[in-house]
Every structure is written in C-alpha cells, then in structure tokens.
C-alpha cells in the first residue's frame, strides 16, 4: 500500500497567491483542439434505487446532459467526464460514495443528495477535502447554516417552502385545524417543526404531531386517533414512499379529510403507491416559471431520448453542473498543485533523517526542482503551528490534516500531483506456519479492514499497491 502526499498545507492566507497562479497557468486564452485538452471529473450523487429513484434519476440525467452539451460546446478549457454515485438515500451509502470522489483524483467538484439526511452526513467529507460541492435536491436549511466555504446549494430550504404551504392552507384551503404526520430524520422534523411554526403564525392550531421512524408501514393506529381529534386535514413531511402508504391507509379507514405537504413527496411515485386514494392529496413545491432557457432544456432532454422522464430536479441538477463549469472556466483547478510550482514556496519540513523528507527530497530531485527551505522542524505539532501561524508551508500526508477537525477552516489543501510523492506503509507478519490459528485470523481480520478502508475511500490518500 502507498500514502500518498495528499496535500500541501499552509496558513489559508498564503496560498492563495500560489494557487492563483496556477489556476490563471490553466485557463490561459487559446486552448487546444478538444482532443487534447485535459479531462476532469465530476461528480454527483443521488438515489439512483429505491423508493425515491425517480428523482434521482431525472436529476443524473440532467447532470448528464449538461456534461455533454460543455463537451460538444467546445466552450470550455477541459473535457469533463461524470462519475454517478447511487446513495439509496441512505446516509451511510451516501458517505461512502461522498469518499469515493474525494479520494479520486480526477473528480475536482460534486453535485449531490435529494435527500437531507445523506447531505447532512457527507458534507463534512466534502469539507475536509475542501472539494466543491452543490446540493442539487436536499431542502434543509442545515445545510447551508453552517456556511461551510466547499458547500452551497441551488434551491431553496424547506422553510422556503412549508411558509407559503401554511398560508394557504389558512387563507385558502380554509383549514384550522391539522394533524402533523412525519418521520424522525432531520427532513422529517424539521418540516413538522417549520409548518407548524408558519401555520400556527397564520391562526391555525395543530391538535396532533406524531413522529414515526423512516420506512413504517402501518399507520392505521395513528390514523384513528387524528380522526378522533377533530383533524379537518393531516400535514404530512416526509417522502414519497410513506406518503403514499399513509394516504391510502387515511381513506382505508374511512377518514376522507385533505392530506398536503410540500416538495417530498411530489413524484408519479406517489401516485402509483396510493392509487386511487390520492385524490384529495395536495403539494406544494418551487415551481419555475417558464422561460426560453427552462423550455429549451426539456426540449434537449426530450430529444437526448432517456429511459426516464424528467423529475423536479433535472433542471436544478442542470444548473449546478453549468455553476460549477463556469467557475472552473474562471479560475481553473485550484486544489492541485505539481512540485515544479512550488519552487518560490517557503516550505516548512522535517530535517534530512527524516524517512518523509527523504521521500520528499526524492521527488523534488525527479521534478528537477530545488525547493525553499524555510525551516526545518521535527515534530510534527511544531510544524503544524509554525504553518498555522503563516510562516510558510509544508507537504504532508493526509493524516497531518485530520487531526485538525476544523482543517478545511484553517489551511489552505492542495493534492500534490507528481506520481513519486508517496510513502510505502506495509503490514508484515510472520508466515501462516508460525502463526497461531488467533494470530492468523487477526491478521486475516486486520488486512481485509485495511483493503475495505482504501477501497471505500475512507482511508484517505491511500491506494493499494497490491491485493
């Protein structure tokens, strides 16, 4: 196995000259014929399987579509391939593909997650390895609350949505009184909490709020009680599967009282799941208003001939490709850097007995460069402060950054590109006949932990050098 040199790190202030350079090094005017323009990677992310597939599916064909329109375009100074990742809207399935992009090193931004909880658990992968990253689908206002620099989104949270919902719910649907339903992730309460905040603000009362775990396919038990409480309509904040179930359960048990909700459940899906009880069912969602580029969209999508039609967010995924693409155009690739570039870069590393300076100084003599050597510290705390405080940079393997949770925050991270830049680790014991039959299923235990660690990504940096 080899740990490669993942980043160079310094004060965020200090880089930021050098990666200039080399971004405005990549976008210089005149670019090649597109054959022999660099590719790059993106990235994206959505439930592909499943419940929720439907969404996921329009959304990665948008993605897709607007990758081939910049490639045919010639518009744009690299030809840009896309990775697709199936995160099942499960958050853990959704972290592992989140590693799989940071740790491959063509894929330079993502696009991701029409589910929030999955958002919420990968966005810390994307701010660690300080990789660009919209959220094309997933609607809490978490996500963008905690103003991470790598994170950001293109449409609106659920509050945007559950406001207007309950206004009209008031003023129009004439309700005054509802029985929340959801489920107990962060998307479900916090739709519960926003709506009954908005609604109750409108005059209207919430005479139940029942909270139920993701996947329950029962709710006649709940469903009797809200028709026991003088409920006139059942607000419901989860997803397409359980809406459906519980729809067509409300009419099973003889409770024909409106059921609305907003944007999670706005899918065909829905419809085929409560079959004829959808009826009376109502949702709101951020409809676009129709203009030439929207219409020329589905237009391109109709033509392009996918299996799957469009879903609510084909035109968002659309758009976050075309984001991401426009700044990659501006300022190239910042997060890559090769050793020729940092000749003039005041470096901070250990001293020449060192086994990684060794390594280092090894790289630097193959890239036939002489690197400035600002200072030379051995311990690794020192030299991570020494850099914290601005006084210049270092090369380090990833583990020096993730000790730092706040990383992302503090330095400035850029891989390091020359292939010569790693440091062989190996996991030696004795042969299989001088092991007890405890020693060698531990080692048997410890070797398939560490080829599931690199193959999943989550060991980051590191790539096996054999099987």
Not at 187 to 211: C, H, K, M, P, Q
Not at 218 to 224: G, K
Request: some cysteine; glycine content about 10%.
């Amino acid at each position: 196995m080899e740990d490669r040199m993942k980043c160079i790190l310094t004060s965020r202030r200090a880089l930021l000259g050098a990666i200039a350079m080399a971004a405005v090094a990549m976008t210089v005017p005149g670019a090649s014929p597109a054959q022999d323009k660099p590719t790059i990677k993106l990235g994206f992310i959505g439930p592909i399987s499943g419940g929720n597939a439907q969404q996921g599916l329009g959304a990665r064909n948008g993605f897709l579509l607007a990758i081939e329109q910049m490639n045919a375009s010639g518009d744009y100074p690299y030809v840009v391939e896309g990775v697709v990742h199936d995160d099942a809207s499960d958050p853990q399935t959704g972290v592992g593909a989140a590693m799989s992009l940071v740790n491959d090193p063509g894929v330079v931004a993502a696009i991701g997650h029409w589910n929030s909880p999955v958002a919420l658990a990968t966005m810390p992968v994307f701010n660690r390895a300080q990789m660009p990253f919209i959220v094309w689908g997933a609607i809490s206002p978490k996500i963008t609350e905690q103003n991470l620099p790598e994170v950001t989104r293109v449409t609106p949270t659920l509050l945007t949505e559950n406001e207007p919902l309950a206004d009209w719910a008031v003023n129009g649907l004439g309700v005054k009184k509802v029985a929340i339903v959801s489920d107990t992730s962060d998307y479900g309460t916090g739709n519960a909490r926003a709506f009954t905040g908005y609604f109750t603000g409108y005059g209207g009362e919430i005479v139940s709020t029942d909270l139920l775990p993701v996947g329950t396919t029962d709710f006649r038990v709940v469903l009797s009680a809200i028709q026991a409480s003088g409920a006139e309509a059942i607000y419901f904040g989860g997803v397409i599967t359980e809406a459906g179930i519980l729809r067509r359960q409300q009419i099973e048990v003889g409770f024909d009282a409106p059921m609305i909700g907003i944007s999670g459940f706005y899918d065909p899906e829905f419809i085929n799941i409560a079959g004829a009880a959808a009826e009376g069912a109502m949702v709101s969602y951020p409809a676009a208003q129709s203009n030439p580029k929207l219409e020329q969209l589905y237009a391109d999508y109709a033509a392009r001939g996918f299996a799957e039609p469009t879903s609510p967010y084909t035109k968002y995924a659309y758009d976050a490709v075309g984001i991401l693409m426009a700044a990659i155009r501006e300022v190239g690739i910042e997060d890559k850097v090769a050793l020729a570039q940092l000749g003039d870069e005041p470096l901070i590393l250990p001293t020449g007995p060192h086994g990684l300076r060794s390594r280092l100084d090894a790289a630097f003599s193959q890239a036939r460069v002489a690197p400035r050597i600002a200072m030379e510290i051995d311990s690794l705390a020192l030299l991570m402060d020494a850099v914290d405080m601005g006084l210049g940079s270092t090369i380090q393997p990833w583990a020096a950054v993730g000790r730092y949770p706040d990383a992302a925050q503090r330095f400035a991270l850029a891989e390091i590109t020359d292939g010569p830049a790693y440091r062989p680790a190996a996991l030696c014991s004795l042969s299989d006949d001088e092991l007890s039959p405890a020693a060698l299923a531990a080692r048997v235990v410890l070797g398939d932990c560490v080829r599931e660690l690199v193959q999943s990504g989550r060991w980051i940096g590191a790539h096996l050098t054999a099987p």
